[in-house]
């Protein structure tokens, strides 16, 4: 089965003339046909397009001129992105019937590297929440366990690569939201350098933390992904003019030699003795690889999530200002004025935990609060970055969990505060602006995927590759698939 | 009012960056176009969307800065403004907060004669916001639609400092900036288009008391008489109510020029947190010293190094040379003149006594469509000087000049304006109009001198203007004397 294989390896069966990017995306979207009413990762599938731009793909290879590694290869986006002329709802009721005029940077960067995008995936409303169950529109399930959540706000992204419902996909990570689904479901999730890829066109939620990355079914497509959205784009100017190496040339450097840092604060009480075990062994098989390691401190990871609380819904509070009722999207009739439309819209469109963190932020950038919540979060967020500063004098990666547990149950966790626990490991990575990825690292008894975190220098994504590349050669971990049947 | 309170004014100028694009995308900022064709998803703040920051719009700001002798911080950087209304895509403005472009300037100026100094707070950029077109009238409007058209085109706020007494030192403020922003070519300077916008806060207090009065600030006045109008009043109002021992309440207050008089908007007992916060979207925006250097080199001569040299080197009064350079079109027009006709004092009075009272105004596109060129006027100046017509004709001749845009010296052949000096021709007019008038002769001859003047008119009349007055009075002189 084509859908079976990963993006280097469909490249090469393309090349080989053994299978067409047309087969490739019939496969991919009958797959989704079956399995999706399950899984419920697509928010919106757009096969007529996928078949379109596959049969372009056809006559590229046909003629002995693809444009590179992705051409032809089905992918899908997390609902997040804008595309232009297909819905883009971000989970959210407010954006209902929006059709943007435009495609974000990253997905005219797949499209130019000729990939067939097979629709969008569900997340989070506006990217806020750790488990997918707040879409608007329905729980996505984690294809291990169907009545486990896939972690969130990339929860369908992650979920459509582990059932094989695209070849790899695009999320985006703002505390967590790529490496803590990547780790739930049992895939490759790579959040890049804050700067290293555009955000045009991702709906913001916090722009000074929101990063778009991979997921994969293997370290090497997560580097042919990257490779495929990375660099300055004039239309971000926070994006960075720093030039892209080859990740996939760098992959096979190994881990010999180099000096891993195990922070003491992420094997803390609360942590599940199967992830832990699981990381430990992980940490051994670098060792066992030749890598060296080196307890390191970051005093003020436990700081970290107070802070991104207090500054990610500040920033939330002002991104999400535009949805009124106005211009696009949701409308809720009835108003006796201007207010009122305002509200009424807001009060309809809006999800709960969305609710929530616009209060919080509004609260928190409101006249007599700002010094003592944003301003005091903003200078805490220079502690974790001066934590991680220090630690990378002595260590050229950091390993640690990517989460504290496994997938929980849907439902299981009512109350946001314990959901919010969730992305403890990963948040002070989106502080500090660094890259992070998740690779798999095992299973716990009940078969749920552990995911191994890797957090390395700015604009070193190449070193998380090539890290995360020698522990999965070492491993079998990802020819585990999940049973799935329609 | 008692006359016993320190007037204390603060303007906020906002001028329209006279940029291409607008301040955060790529879209056209020209004034006009039909509703919403000058925008893009970027400045209808749509989902996804960010801003890039125009470099031009920091390079106006940067020369405007400069002007008024404010220091460029090195490290700027923008802010979110936060409120919500239809007609602002995002419901938060970009704008300039902690750290603004420039700061700590100041602006000369004069009034009667005295020199005064108006500090000026800071300077910063932000974007504008579109405009809501009701349908009827607001409180009766059934639809209400909204043009972003305007939405994100470039706007530089600049700040004075309390520093402003009276209501014609603001008047004076006003013009001076707008001056410095039109030579710069920086904003078109056209208030009634809303290029440039004056916001007032205006406070009194008992003269020589330390504690500031209670500010009252003053929106929508867009005129330079309408500021001095308003200021005006509100000094009145608030030193009326204060006289009657009234507290002024904190408050906004709306000019209505039809009324005359100012009315309250909004309490600022509810004032709107705005909450301000770093923009995300938009790395600090660094100036360094080798950009700034590069400006100043651009800067042209400006309106009060111009005043000072018309006044040098022209022998004009400073308030000619004031009026002449309160606006660069005004003042290149002056100098084009005066290089083609070399009579300084008489295009200065030509200029402002009777180009001024034709033209529809006196910015820079209203000078730039004068029929009039600075050619023809000094033309006109011309014929004067050599005796070829009188001054009297002139006017005329200017008239027509202004109607037609034809040169002085066709109008006055066509028309045969050209100057009598001929004693011959004239001396027959003079004795007819003795004959006709002899008792106004005898009158004169009696001592009553005053009768000259009427007998003067009568030839001027009868030859329809064009008598030498010189000629005529000498031969007038000439011809009582031996009745
Ligand atoms: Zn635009």
Redo the contacts with the bound molecule.
Sequence with gaps: MLTDLTIHELGARFRRGDATPTQAAREYLARIAALDPTVKAYLTVTGDAALARAAEADARFKSGAPLGPLDGVPLGVKDVFCTRGVRTTCGSKILEGFVPPYDATVVARLLGAGAVILGKLNMDEFAMGSSTENSAYFTTRNPWDLSRVPGGSSGGSAAAVAADLAAATLGTDTGGSIRQPAAFCGNVGLKPTYGRVSRFGLVAFASSLDQVGPFAKDVLDAALMLQAIAGHDPLDSTSAAIPVPDYAAELGLGVQGLKVGIPAEYFIEGLDAEVEAAVRAAIETLKGLGAKTESISLPHTEYGLAAYYLIAPAECSSNLARYDGVKYGLRVPGARDLIDMYSRTRGVGFGAEVKRRVMLGTYALSAGYYDAYYGKAQKVRTLVQRDFQKAFERVDVIVAPTTPSVAFKIGEKEDPLSMYLNDVFTIPVNLAGLPGLSVPAGFTKAGLPIGLQVIGKAFDEAMLLRTARAYEAATTWRERKPELAA | MSGAYDVVIGLEVHAQLLTR??M????STVFGAPPNT???????GMPGTLPVINRRAVEFGIKTSLAIDCIVNADNRFARKHYYYPDMPKNYQITQYEEPLAEHGHLDIEVDGAARRIGIERLHLEEDVGKLIHEGSLETAQSSRVDFNR??VPLMEIVSKPDIRTSEEAGAYLRRLRAIVVYLGVCDGNMEEGSMRCDANISLKRAGATPLGTKVEVKNMNSFRNVQHALEYEIKRQGRALDAGERIVPETRLWDPDKGQTVSMRSKEFAHDYRFFPEPDLPPLNVEARWIEAVRATLPELPAARRVRFMRAHALTAYDADLLTGSRALADYFEAAVAQCGKPKAVANWILNELLRELPGDDERAVAACAISPGNLAGLITLIEDGTISGKIAKDVFEKMYRSGEDARTIVSREGLTQVADAGALGAVVDGVLAEHAKVALDYKAGKKAALGFLVGQVMKATAGKASPGVVNSLLAEKLSKL
């Excluded at chain 2, 955060?24 to 879209?27: L, V």
């Design positions: 694009s607008k955060f995308c790529g879209c000058q925008t893009c998803p970027v400045c209808q939405a994100g």
